[in-house]
C-alpha cells in the first residue's frame, strides 16, 4: 500500500480542469485528491474508493450539483458533501441543504487557507462520525463489557484534544491562556477568544469543550465570515419546510444539532448587525426559532465564539452590537500571534516536521541548525498556518533528509517580514556598552547572519562573499551560536 492509499481521499467534481487543479494543488499535501467531470465519472470513483470528502460545483452539465449530493447522501451517506458555488445560487443551496445534507457551502472565489481548513475539518468530522456510530452501537447492546470499552474510546478522544496537545516551549506566553482556559472550561460560561488568524483560536475551543461537562456532546463548527447572512442563519437556526422556494422539507440547524454540547462561531466580527439581532434573541432566550417556523425550539448549548477582529473598537465604531459582544464575552482570552511567542517556534516546527512528513512518507527528515535558525528569524504573519505551509513545501523540495535554509521560500529567508524580523533579533545582540573586542563581536555577527539569510544559507556561496573559507566560516558559525 503507498503513502497516497492512506490519506483521506478527497473528491473534486469541476468540468473545468483548472478549477480542479487549483483545488488539487491546495489539498494534495494533506489528502489523496481524485477528479471527475460530471457526475457520471464521479459515481464511478464513488463506487470504487472509499471517498471521505466530495467537493462538487454548484454549476454541471445535466445537473446542479445539489441535486448530484442529494444523490450522494442516499447511496454513499457517509461522505461528508461541500458544494462551491457563486452568490447568485445560494437559494437553490439553502432549499437543497436539507435534502443533500450539505455540511459546508464555499463561495467563489474560495480562498485556499479557508478551503483547506473546511476540507481538513470535515474529514476529522467525518472519523468523529463513524466512531460515534460505532460507540452508539456498542452503547445500545448494553454489555459491561462494551459499555467499558465505549468510556475508553471516548476517553482516547478526550486525550487527544487536551490542552497539553497544543503545542508549546516551556514557559510559553500560552500556559497562562491554557491554564486560563482549563478553568474556564469546567463552567457553562460564554467565551471570546481573540487573536490573529492561523494563531490556533479553533484548537483552543475544542481543547475546551472537551475538558467540560459537554464533552460526550457534539462540537460544530461555522466560519461567520465564509457565507451569506441568509444561509447562516439557515445553517445555524435551521428553517421549515416552505419557508422560501425550494425548502421541501425541514432543515435542523446547527444549534439544535449541538444540542448539550457546544457551537464555535469563527469570524463573529464578520457578521452584520441584522444577524447580530436574531443571534442575540438565540442566545437569550436559549431557543431558537427556525426560518418560517411558528414556534420556538429550546435549545441547551454553549457558544464559543472567536474573531482576529478588535471587538470593543467595533461596538465604538457601531459595526458591532454592544448588548451582543458582553453576552458572547463572559470570558474572553487572546491567543498570542507567533511572533510574540518566538520560543514556540522551535517545537511547534518540529511536531509539524513529524506530521507533515509522515502526511508524504518522510518521517525520517530532520531540520538543520541553519533552517531551524532561519525560521526563528522569521516574523509569520500567518502563523502556525504558514509555518505547516513553509515546512510542507521545504519537505517536498528536499531531496535530503536534513533540511537546510535554501529549501525555504524567499518569503521566508528575505521577505521584509521575515527581515525586520532578523534584523531586529540581531540588533539586540549590540551591547550598549562594553569593550571594544565585544562591541566589534557583535557587529560581526550580525554581518554573518545577514549574509547568511541573503544567500539562503549557503555556506559556500557567504563564504566566498565573506572572504573566508568553508571551515573558517562554520568556525565563526559556531563562534557566535549560529549553528550548533
Not at 478526550?158 to 497562562?176: H, K, T
Not at 464555535?264 to 439581532?277: H, K, M, N, R
Not at 550580525?446 to 555556506?459: A, I, Q
Request: charged content about 25%; proline content about 4%; hydrophobic content about 40%.
Amino acid at each position: 500500500m503507498s503513502t497516497v492509499d492512506l490519506l483521506p481521499r478527497v473528491l473534486v467534481v469541476d468540468d473545468e480542469v483548472r478549477s480542479q487543479d487549483a483545488i488539487r494543488r491546495t489539498l494534495d499535501e494533506e489528502f489523496a485528491v481524485l477528479t471527475a467531470s460530471n457526475a457520471d465519472e464521479a459515481r464511478q470513483q464513488l463506487e470504487r474508493f472509499d471517498i471521505s470528502v466530495i467537493l462538487c460545483d454548484q454549476r454541471m452539465p445535466g445537473q446542479t450539483g445539489v441535486v448530484f449530493l442529494k444523490e450522494v447522501r442516499e447511496r454513499w451517506p457517509d461522505t461528508v458533501r461541500i458544494v462551491i458555488s457563486g452568490y447568485t445560487d445560494s437559494e437553490d443551496i439553502i432549499a437543497g441543504i436539507n435534502d443533500a445534507g450539505i455540511y459546508q457551502y464555499l463561495l467563489k472565489p474560495w480562498v485556499p487557507d479557508h478551503l483547506l481548513g473546511t476540507v481538513r475539518t470535515a474529514a476529522e468530522a467525518q472519523t468523529l462520525q463513524r466512531s460515534m456510530n460505532r460507540l452508539d452501537v456498542e452503547l445500545r447492546t448494553s454489555t459491561p463489557v462494551l459499555r467499558q470499552r465505549a468510556a475508553h474510546k471516548l476517553e482516547r478522544a478526550r486525550r487527544v484534544f487536551d490542552f497539553d496537545r497544543i503545542e508549546r516551549a516551556p514557559g510559553s506566553p500560552l500556559d497562562a491562556v491554557c491554564e486560563m482556559a482549563a478553568r474556564v472550561a469546567r463552567y457553562d460560561l460564554s467565551v471570546l477568544v481573540l487573536g490573529e488568524s492561523g494563531t490556533g483560536k479553533e484548537l483552543l475551543a475544542r481543547a475546551m469543550h472537551y475538558a467540560s461537562p459537554r464533552a460526550s456532546g457534539a462540537f460544530v463548527v461555522e466560519n461567520c465570515a465564509a457565507i451569506t447572512d441568509s444561509l447562516l442563519e439557515s445553517e445555524l437556526f435551521g428553517h421549515k419546510r416552505g419557508a422560501f422556494t425550494g425548502a421541501y422539507e425541514d432543515h435542523v440547524g446547527l444549534f439544535q444539532r449541538a444540542h448539550n454540547g457546544t457551537v464555535f462561531l469563527d469570524e463573529i466580527g464578520e457578521t452584520s448587525p441584522a444577524f447580530q439581532v436574531r443571534l442575540l434573541r438565540v442566545l437569550q432566550e436559549g431557543e431558537v426559532r427556525p426560518v418560517g417556523a411558528a414556534r420556538a425550539v429550546p435549545v441547551d448549548v454553549r457558544v464559543i465564539a472567536a474573531t482576529h477582529r478588535d471587538l470593543e473598537q467595533r461596538v465604538h465604531e457601531g459595526l458591532f452590537r454592544e448588548d451582543l459582544y458582553y453576552r458572547i464575552a463572559g470570558v474572553s482570552l487572546t491567543v498570542p500571534p507567533l511572533r510574540e511567542r518566538p520560543g514556540d517556534i522551535g517545537p511547534i516546527a518540529q511536531r509539524l516536521l513529524g506530521e507533515v512528513g509522515g502526511e508524504l512518507g518522510r518521517s525520517c527528515v530532520a531540520l538543520s541548525d541553519g533552517a531551524m535558525a532561519c525560521l526563528m528569524s522569521h516574523s509569520w504573519p500567518g502563523n502556525v498556518r504558514e509555518l505547516r505551509n513553509e515546512i510542507a513545501r521545504a519537505i517536498a523540495l528536499s531531496d535530503a533528509d536534513l533540511i537546510e535554509a535554501q529549501a525555504f521560500s524567499t518569503r521566508v529567508l528575505q521577505g521584509q517580514a521575515g527581515r525586520s524580523a532578523a534584523l531586529a533579533g540581531q540588533a539586540t545582540l549590540l551591547p550598549a556598552s562594553g569593550t571594544l573586542g565585544e562591541r566589534l563581536d557583535a557587529i560581526e555577527a550580525m554581518v554573518l547572519r545577514e549574509t547568511l539569510l541573503r544567500h539562503r544559507w549557503n555556506k559556500t556561496r557567504a563564504a566566498k562573499e565573506l572572504g573566508l573559507s568553508r571551515v573558517g566560516l562554520r568556525g565563526k558559525m559556531q563562534r557566535f551560536g549560529l549553528e550548533g
